[in-house]
């Protein structure tokens, strides 16, 4: 079975602390591997999408990267402002269409 | 663009009761997924539809649950009779291809008494 698992529940950091979030996956197949951010109310909003292992891109204080087996979201000298649910997401290779099975997600705070 | 839009935003009913939530997708996309949001469970896909058509209802919990796309502006989902387990957040999302990611809306707060 398709599965997703992202660690730590949840992360609380001081300003200026770096740290990851883990997303570990075990599929047929990897078609993608994508990141999104959730605000408390709101839908989940994309941030990445990754094809294939040693590939990362990076946003702002975000930079994500991909293994055979896990994607890190590493998050570079964080504000408040980056206090969010992040979720992360695959498309198996056997998942007709484009649809996506996602993790709980990391919630993560940022204080000043 | 206005984004994906979902109504209502917040809905409360009694239990037994038929509830309608309503979702319009970016226009030029294609594909259109409902999905549902508990703590205990996350995001769980209920269906998907690709160009008005439904590919993959595997997710939809019971017959009590039902969804349509008449056209490529206008989705519903449908749940009749609402049970206290159906409470939950609803979101729907649209893509292109899928391939740079979804839109989701901003989802709607079922809650059923």
């Known amino acids: 079975e398709d599965q997703v698992t992202q660690s730590p529940e949840a992360l609380r950091l001081q300003e200026g602390e770096s740290s990851s979030l883990n997303c570990s996956y075990t599929v047929s197949g990897l078609r993608g591997l994508f990141w999104y951010r959730q605000d408390p109310g709101k839908g989940p909003e994309f941030l990445f999408t990754?094809?294939?292992a040693g590939e990362e891109k990076e946003k702002e204080r975000l930079k994500a990267t991909l293994t055979k087996k896990e994607s890190f979201l590493h998050i570079t000298a964080p504000k408040p402002e980056d206090s969010a649910t992040y979720l992360c997401?695959?498309?198996?290779?056997?998942?007709?269409?484009?649809?996506?099975?996602f993790g709980k997600g990391t919630t993560l705070s940022v204080s000043s | 663009d206005a984004g994906v839009i979902q109504s209502p935003r917040h809905e409360v009913t009694e239990m037994g009761q038929e509830v309608t939530l309503r979702c319009k997708p970016i226009?030029?996309?294609?594909?259109l997924f409902w999905y549902r949001q508990t703590m205990m469970r996350g995001l769980e896909l209920l269906i998907y539809?690709?160009?008005?058509?439904?590919?993959?209802d595997s997710g939809m919990p019971e017959d009590r649950f039902s969804a349509k796309m008449p056209n490529a502006s206008f989705s519903t989902l449908k749940i009749q009779p609402s049970e206290p387990r159906d409470s939950a957040v609803y979101f729907c999302a649209s893509s292109f291809d899928g391939s740079y990611g979804y839109t989701f809306g901003s989802g709607t707060r079922l809650t059923v008494v």
């Open positions: 997401a695959v498309r198996p290779l056997n998942q007709a269409g484009t649809a996506l099975i």
């Open positions: 539809f690709n160009n008005n058509v439904p590919i993959d």
């Open positions: 990754l094809y294939s």
């Open positions: 226009s030029g996309h294609n594909s």
